[in-house]
């Protein structure tokens, strides 16, 4: 049965005691981390190690330890110490491959670059990354830290290295936590620059700086702001629109509508940190509704579990999504208790008796 506890025995070859303490790190730290986010129990002496667990959770674990050993490995005699990153990301890995038998395209969903092979973290972003490969639109939904721009760049920079495309186009709203772009000092490509920095630093990591900067000359890769997209038509191109919740309605149509032939568009965001003005209506939103039942278009939606930087990320999202929806609970109540009130006046006036009736 699924639930019952078994014991998966793992040797961890070679056997070297200092690889061994880089595996576990201080304090058996690493291993703490990973009992606690895999629900197991472990132990070990020298290189034998015992996990105790149900069995699904058992044999993730041992393959986890002996990739984490692989880490190991001496880099020019040094031993490398494991970072608690590391191992995080590692986990994550590990939760992904449990449901890699589900997934028809999970041993395709690997981007290779240059700079080495990107892999999806867990089984949404492994669906996201099938996704973008098989629909001319996709939409990526979430919260911070789960991937969802990183993922896209790596799939642009392999269409491109691939020839697929003849270029990357990479756009997001000027618009961030209420701050006006008259506020910052320079022109205006001067004044976005900023607001695209996240898009050149997946950029720089996957291609070089020197490479980034050639191709930003020659105009393979474009980094614009939104506005710019305006009365153009995009052929051979994949286009990356990041922080899609700040689009308005009418700037997410104009978007949409300038893909051209043999084009592929990435659209992601974050539905609950929208920074437009009070009122104005959320572009990314409208569009969930509008294009929810077109068959060739993706929507990815990722959750907390999904988040894939330091663990107290994904704490920190659920904790705004609880108090959120008990806020949300909280203005039915209210609303549900004035409706009553209202219609408790309306019986009460219907029911008095009229005085002037009186003989």
């Known amino acids: 049965m699924s639930s019952q506890i078994v014991s998966h025995q793992v040797d961890l070859e070679p056997s070297d005691n200092h690889r061994i303490s880089s595996l576990v790190g201080p304090f058996d730290d690493n291993l703490k981390q990973i009992e606690r986010r ?20 058992t044999n993730a674990t041992a393959e986890l330890l002996k990739l984490l050993y692989i ?43 240059k700079r080495g092979v990107i892999k999806p973290r867990n089984q949404n972003q492994s669906q996201y990354v099938t996704n973008i490969v098989h629909h001319d639109i996709c939409f990526g939904i979430g919260p911070a830290g789960t991937g969802k721009t990183y993922l896209a760049v790596a799939c642009a920079v392999d269409a491109l290295e691939r020839q697929e495309i003849r270029r990357i186009l990479l756009t997001r709203p000027a618009v961030e936590a209420g701050e006006k772009l008259g506020f910052l000092p320079g022109d205006l490509s001067q004044k976005v620059d900023p607001y695209l920095r996240p898009l050149y630093d997946a950029l720089f990591e996957m291609l070089g700086f020197e490479k980034v900067e050639k191709l930003i000359e020659r ?42 032939f043999n084009s592929k568009a990435v659209i992601t965001g974050d539905i609950t940190q929208i920074d437009l003005p009070r009122g104005a209506r959320s572009g990314l939103r409208h569009a969930i509704e509008v294009l929810k039942d077109v068959n060739e278009i993706s929507f990815n939606f990722f959750t907390a579990h999904d988040v894939v930087r330091h663990p107290v990320v994904a704490r920190i999202v659920q904790a705004y999504e609880r108090f959120e929806e008990g806020q949300r609970k909280e203005e039915a109540e209210k609303k549900k208790a004035q409706l009553a009130e209202k219609s408790s006046e309306s019986s009460n006036k219907n029911a008095a008796p009229d005085n002037n009736s009186q003989p």
């Open 38 to 57: 895999l629900g197991v129990e472990i132990t070990y002496r020298h290189n034998h190690f015992t996990v105790m667990g149900k069995q699904q959770q």
């Open 71 to 113: 880490e190991t490995q001496p880099v020019k005699g040094v031993i490398p110490e494991l970072e608690p990153e590391q191992v995080h990301l590692a986990i994550q890995e590990a939760n992904c491959m449990e449901q890699d038998e589900q997934d028809p395209y999970a041993k395709t969903s690997f981007i290779k670059t």
């Open 219 to 260: 105009n393979v890769i474009e980094v614009a702001p939104l506005a710019y997209m305006r009365g153009r038509t995009l052929n051979d191109a994949f286009i990356i629109l990041d922080e899609s919740q700040n689009t308005t309605v009418e700037q997410m149509k104009m978007f949409l509508t300038r893909i051209g």
